[in-house]
């Protein structure tokens, strides 16, 4: 991962992502109380017990990248025998990645990941566009909404919760 940085050392904010596969801190804020999204907070565990949103489900990126599809799944509380069952994952490439045993121990609401969509939030809004793309990548084919929190628990603490601790 490059960080890059700016004048007075500041780290420049990256652009991997197309603005419809972001969202911003207020907008995100509003469907969260409206929709309960499942979120993925990529930081490390000692930042996320800093401070994290309600419900946010901390799967740190090197983990995130490394992590087979089940194990982000069963993380996300989502059952994708179910999802097999309607037809929504193709039998060939649960047998291709290996899964097929793993998917039948699943044991929760398919239709989370699906209707509430995932967000994926980091400290300042660089490293969740990373991740959204290591999570397309596992969930490719699957009817999934995933998207980046802009700006990340940097922008969340300017616009939305002035408290929210930063470091």
């Keep these: ?29 509003v469907l969260a109380r409206e929709k309960q999204p499942l979120v993925i907070d990529t930081r490390p565990p000692h930042e996320y017990t800093i401070g994290h949103l309600p419900n946010a489900i901390n799967i740190p990126m090197q983990r995130l990248c490394r992590a087979e599809l ?9 059952d994708f025998d179910k999802m097999k069952e309607r037809g929504d994952i193709p039998m060939q ?22 209707e509430r969509g995932v967000y994926v939030i980091c400290r300042r809004g660089n490293d969740s566009q990373d991740a959204v793309l290591h999570l397309r990548e596992k969930f490719k084919g699957l009817p ?19 408290d929210f601790p930063i470091y």
């Design 1 to 29: 991962m490059i960080r890059l940085k700016g004048v007075f050392n500041q780290e420049q904010r990256r652009h991997l992502l197309k603005d419809h596969d972001r969202i911003g801190a207020l907008s995100f804020s």
């Design 70 to 78: 089940a194990d982000i799944v069963r993380q996300l509380g989502t």
């Design 93 to 114: 490439r649960l047998c291709r990645s290996g899964l097929a045993d793993i998917v039948r121990q699943l044991d929760t609401d398919c239709d989370k990941m699906k």
């Design 144 to 162: 999934v909404c995933i998207k980046d929190i802009i700006g990340g628990y940097q922008k969340w603490s300017q616009i939305v919760d002035k």
